[in-house]
């Protein structure tokens, strides 16, 4: 395992992140080679950020994170003066959130959108992004005392790396984002959850949602992969569904913790599952 620089990590607090997992998978999940990485859910890009692969294709469906890859890679200094000016108080916090709301919030530059999602992020409640059903960040106030909202390191080392490396950054549907995809690259699925119960279901990060037929049409791309002669990983919940759903592949259940959940009862270990269609090696997880 080559060395990575530590400071290239999520700059998001993102639902269904992958922090406590990524050792884990590192030491016994991944492929034993590969040649150009893909990830169609990206979210918070725990995963990605600890590989720190020279070649790779991220994508997701939620415009307003892929706008801020982009604003990294493209204008961190402009985005860390922008940053610079919010304030971490409640009625500044609903002013910003608001902004979507309006009429004219296109009209706002992609720096300016950027650091409305980071702001948001570091200072809504449990580090939430959620939207309504008409896409409108609906995330209540923190009330932190001092969250970290710019912080300059990581957001530079992450243009960094964006930019001394080959990466190309989607905003499409999973299935288009991995339609270059060929033998010997290395596809990681983290999709919106199965919802183990039918309270439980969260896909508010994405005004679009993800369904059962959404699985289902996953599966096939997951079928089609297979067939390219790709290496996959995929992880889920640990339910029926998704067990019988995957049922020729390798599986692995595994205990993950989850930190967000607006419930704190819910909060702590939940089964999840690992699903893979190759041999791997054991490595050790470095991050220094």
């Not at 406590?20 to 492929?31: C, K, R, Y």
């Not at 992004?129 to 009330?143: M, T």
């Not at 005004?207 to 067939?227: C, I, P, W």
Request: hydrophobic share 35%; charged share 25%.
């Amino acid at each position: 395992m080559v060395s990575v620089n530590k400071l290239v990590k999520p700059f998001l607090k993102w639902v269904g992140g992958k922090r406590q997992l990524v050792p884990d998978i590192i030491a016994n999940h991944l492929p034993q080679h590969y040649n150009t990485y893909y990830e169609p859910f990206i979210g918070g890009g725990a995963l990605f950020f600890s590989l720190q692969p020279q070649k790779a294709v991220i994508n997701d469906s939620n415009a307003e994170l892929i706008n801020c890859y982009k604003v990294i890679r493209d204008s961190v200094d402009e985005l860390i003066e922008d940053l610079k000016k919010h304030e971490n108080h409640k009625t500044y916090y609903y002013f910003i959130r608001d902004w979507d709301r309006n009429k004219d919030y296109q009209s706002k530059t992609p720096v300016e959108r950027a650091s409305r999602i980071i702001f948001l992020n570091k200072t809504c409640y449990n580090g939430l992004f959620r939207v309504n059903s008409q896409g409108q960040f609906n995330v209540p106030f923190g009330r932190y005392k001092n969250p970290n909202i710019l912080d300059v390191a990581v957001l530079k080392a992450v243009s960094k790396y964006l930019n001394s490396n080959q990466i190309d950054i989607l905003n499409s549907d999973f299935q288009e984002a991995v339609q270059s995809a060929k033998k010997g690259d290395f596809v990681y699925f983290d999709p919106p959850y199965d919802p183990v119960s039918d309270t439980s279901s969260f896909t508010g990060y994405d005004v679009n949602g993800f369904s059962k037929d959404q699985q289902k049409k996953l599966k096939e791309t997951f079928d089609d992969l297979n067939r390219r002669g790709c290496n996959i990983l995929l992880s889920n919940a640990y339910t029926e569904f998704i067990v019988n759903l995957y049922g020729e592949y390798k599986q692995t259940k595994i205990a993950a913790t989850r930190a967000i959940n607006s419930n704190a009862s819910k909060r702590g270990k939940v089964d999840e599952i690992l699903i893979k269609n190759y041999e791997s090696v054991l490595r050790e997880y470095s991050s220094v």
